[in-house]
Structure formats: structure tokens, C-alpha cells
């Protein structure tokens, strides 16, 4: 078990830095695109990051294998609300690795019978609900320890900042930014969680045509998703734990 752990945070630690210079190359050759005696270095940008897609299909096994152990263990968590947010997010990403490896048969032409545009629509469908189900728990996650630190505020007797914190209705939005904050400062993982999970959002969204923005924004999402997932993989402590 021990060296299942090791290889798959290692794969998770090399998909994430192929990821983030991937996103970084889209980025950087977005913004030179209108940039005249830019040609030669946009096309060794574009280049590079298609290499750096390609790579990650290295560790498609890995993250597969990944995602299937997580699924298992977050199904026997005790708390209802992430133990079916978190299992069915997972399962979401087998079933978005299942669909890349078909994609990847297909690209090497060992089966040539493979609807390429339907497959791909597949995976980016099974990768969105699995980023709208993190959400999710992070939307739960984040309300329960609100509600939590407004509590710990009545049990310290601060009357103050008790109104602050929990008059919502008649105190207007000030209270609940505040109340936010405070909360998102005391948990770190719970904040890098939810920008890394709004971050990856950008591209499934653009593909599947719900919302349509440009490589730039997409490159940008991407880089900043992926130095959150490289962070979290240095500092394990910064990782949202269940």
C-alpha cells in the first residue's frame, strides 16, 4: 500500500508540473499572439505545450488508479454529505480517465473506429459534473465551519462580534464577508480546495460551450489550478483532508 501511495504521488507531483507549464505555454503564447516578430516563439510555445498534454497521458494509469482508491476510501467516510459528494466526484474521474485512454487508443491509431468529437464531449462532461460535485462540498464544507466559528463567537460571549458575525438579514453582506473571511483564513486547505476547483472549471465550461472565453483566461485558470495542486502536493498539510 505503501508503494501504491508513493507512485501515485509521484504521478500526481509530475502530472500537476507537465499541467502547469502546459497552461503556462497557452498563457504566454496568448499573449504574444498579437505581437508582430513573435511567430517563430509562439509556434516553440505551442509546440511545448502540446508536448506537455501528450506527456500527461503517461500518467493516465496512475491518476485512474487514483481516483478509483479515492473513491473507495471516501466511501466509508462518516459524514453523509462528503462521503457521497466525494464518491461520486471520484467515480466522476474514472469515468473522465476512461474516456481519456479511449481518446489516447484512438490518437495512436490502434483503433481507428472510435467517434473522436463524441468520446472527447464525454470526458469533458464527466470532468465538469466532477468539478461542480467539489464544489459542492466545498460550498458544505465552507458553511459548516462558518456556522461553526459563529458558534465559538456565542460560547466566548463577545456580543459585539457576535451581531457581527451572525445578523445577516439585518446587517446586510459586511457580516457575511467578514464571517468568510475569517473562516477561509483558518483553513487554508478549505481556500486553496475551492480556488483550485473554480480555476479548472474555465476550460470544461468552454468546451462544452456553457460559458466561451479565450485561451488566455483558460491558460491563466490553468497555471494558477496547477501551482495550487503543486503546493498541495509539496505541503501535504495544505491538502483538504476527510
Not at 497521458?57 to 479515492?70: D, E, Q, T, Y
Not at 457575511?176 to 476550460?203: A, E, Q, R
Amino acid at each position: 500500500m505503501e508503494a501504491f501511495v508513493h507512485f501515485t504521488n509521484q504521478t500526481q507531483g509530475r502530472d500537476r508540473l507537465f499541467r502547469a507549464t502546459q497552461y503556462a505555454c497557452m498563457l504566454l503564447s496568448y499573449m504574444l499572439e498579437h505581437k508582430t516578430g513573435r511567430e517563430e516563439v509562439i509556434m516553440k510555445l505551442k509546440d511545448l505545450e502540446a508536448s506537455m498534454r501528450s506527456g500527461r497521458k503517461l500518467f493516465r494509469l496512475g491518476n485512474m488508479l487514483h481516483a478509483f482508491v479515492s473513491a473507495r476510501h471516501t466511501s466509508q467516510l462518516p459524514d453523509l454529505v462528503p462521503r457521497w459528494c466525494l464518491t461520486a466526484s471520484n467515480l466522476n474521474r474514472v469515468l473522465y480517465f476512461m474516456c481519456d485512454t479511449v481518446l489516447w487508443v484512438k490518437s495512436v491509431g490502434l483503433i481507428s473506429d472510435i467517434n473522436k468529437k463524441k468520446w472527447r464531449s464525454r470526458a469533458t462532461k464527466y470532468y465538469y459534473y466532477s468539478l461542480l460535485i467539489n464544489l459542492a462540498n466545498d460550498l458544505y464544507e465552507l458553511c459548516w465551519r462558518m456556522e461553526h466559528a459563529a458558534r465559538k463567537e456565542k460560547l466566548q460571549g463577545d456580543s459585539s462580534r457576535l451581531q457581527s458575525l451572525t445578523s445577516l438579514a439585518t446587517s446586510g453582506l459586511q457580516p457575511l464577508l467578514l464571517l468568510l473571511y475569517i473562516t477561509l483564513k483558518k483553513h487554508p486547505p478549505l481556500l486553496l480546495d475551492t480556488v483550485k476547483n473554480l480555476c479548472d472549471l474555465s476550460s470544461p465550461l468552454d468546451l462544452l460551450g456553457i460559458y466561451k472565453t479565450n485561451p488566455g483566461i483558460i491558460g491563466l485558470c490553468g497555471l494558477i489550478s496547477s501551482l495550487v495542486g503543486i503546493l498541495t502536493v509539496a505541503v501535504p498539510q495544505l491538502r483538504l483532508k476527510y
